[in-house]
């Protein structure tokens, strides 16, 4: 069973730094895609970043310029480096990864980690 492990959330003041790390655990083939997602209090959930197996890059216009995705394919990992952050990132962040696994291919979601921008 494929299971997500997200680390790194926290409270920041504006202009700070967090990076966030997500870690799948259990037999995996196949990696298609690694992203972040974010859910404010009120708001939908939304796509912050993204990275395709074959390394193609997608951002938020909201984070453009001051977030970066990166991966460790070997170790299951992906990461969400996030600068100059604003009061407006203040939100719940999801790990979500879609995998080939022993159960063919499918989503997987992390349980979230609370990400709190305040002076």
């Known amino acids: ?3 997500l492990a997200e680390s790194g959330g926290g409270l920041v003041q504006p202009g700070g730094s967090l990076r966030l790390s997500c870690v799948a655990s259990g037999t995996i083939f196949s990696i298609y895609a690694m992203g972040w ?3 404010a209090p009120g708001k939908q959930r939304e796509l912050v ?3 395709t197996g074959g390394g193609t890059r997608k951002y938020a216009d909201s984070v453009k310029g001051r977030f ?3 991966r460790d394919s070997a170790k299951n990992t992906v990461s969400l480096q996030m600068n100059s952050l604003k009061l407006e990132d203040t939100a ?3 790990c979500h990864q879609d995998l080939g696994t022993l159960d063919g291919r499918r989503d997987y979601w992390g349980q ?3 990400v709190t921008v305040s002076s």
Do not use: L, M, N
Request: net charge positive; glycine share 6%; charged share 5%.
């Open 68 to 70: 970066t995705i990166s």
């Open 37 to 39: 997602y974010r859910q």
């Open 112 to 114: 979230g980690t609370q």
């Open 1 to 3: 069973q494929v299971q």
């Open 92 to 94: 719940v962040y999801y």
């Open 49 to 51: 970043a993204s990275i």
